[in-house]
């Protein structure tokens, strides 16, 4: 398989646009379905990608629904607006939710987030 890189746009409408304008360098990608790790190799692997890299941290709501369409059924990510649940395994769901995972060690898709 190879790997293909792919930024996640943000969907803006007009109820959103300040959130999308704080936004500023912060951009989202993901490999897609197909590429899945443990929590723990997709941090090391997203934090590889080079500085300002990162296990996504999402931001906001803009983004958190923006990414979940893209999703068929839990992601990886860092954290929801900073939390990272006391480091716990945080996923995001197809549907927008956020939640955490009690094993890390389950191969799953991730995003990658990158501010810069």
Known sequence: ?????TQIPITIDAEYADDAAAA??????????GLKKTREEARAFAASRGEG???????????????ATY??????????KGDNYGNGNVVLHPNGSIGTLEDGAQPLPFLISYVG
């Open 71 to 80: 999703l068929d059924g839990p992601a990886w990510i860092y954290s929801w």
């Open 24 to 33: 500023g360098t912060y951009r989202l990608y993901w490999y897609g379905k």
């Open 1 to 5: 398989m190879t790997e293909q890189l």
């Open 53 to 67: 890299h990162q296990l996504a941290d999402l931001p906001s709501d803009v983004w958190r629904t923006s990414a």
